[in-house]
Nanobody, 121 residues
Framework: QVQVVESGGGSVQAGGSLRLSCAAS????????MAWYRQAPGKQRESVAV???????NYADSVKGRFTISRDNAKNTVYLQMNDLKPEDTAVYYC???????????????WGQGTQVTVSS
């Protein structure tokens, strides 16, 4: 019913930049929350940045000042601009969307398939 697709991952040297994109499509009435999570090998998935439909943006302490999340509500798209990347940012990055269905008005959580970000020192 709803597809969430990320793009923009890749490999970069420390200090470099990458921009991730995530587009949601399908039976969408509105999207309450769009966010980015990441999971490094052997670690739990963690929240990186959250963009609620209303309210303040939220960032993990480890990425504040380096990452910027933004939304294009008309396109149901969220971006993550990542600057000054560090080796510890290496992980699979997942897009999350909390969607109000256009079919029945209920809310559902959706995840993208993930995109690999690798930062070398």
């Amino acid at each position: 019913q709803v597809q969430v697709v990320e793009s923009g991952g890749g490999s970069v040297q420390a200090g470099g930049s990458l921009r991730l994109s995530c587009a949601a499509s399908g039976s969408i009435f509105s999207i309450n929350i769009m966010a980015w999570y990441r999971q490094a090998p052997g670690k739990q998935r963690e929240s990186v940045a959250v963009a609620p439909g209303r309210g303040s943006l939220n960032y993990a302490d480890s990425v504040k000042g380096r990452f910027t999340i933004s939304r294009d509500n008309a396109k149901n798209t969220v971006y993550l601009q990542m600057n000054d990347l560090k080796p510890e940012d290496t992980a699979v990055y997942y897009c999350y969307a909390f969607v109000k269905s256009s079919l029945n008005g209920n809310y559902f959580s959706y995840w993208g398939q993930g995109t690999q970000v690798t930062v070398s020192s």
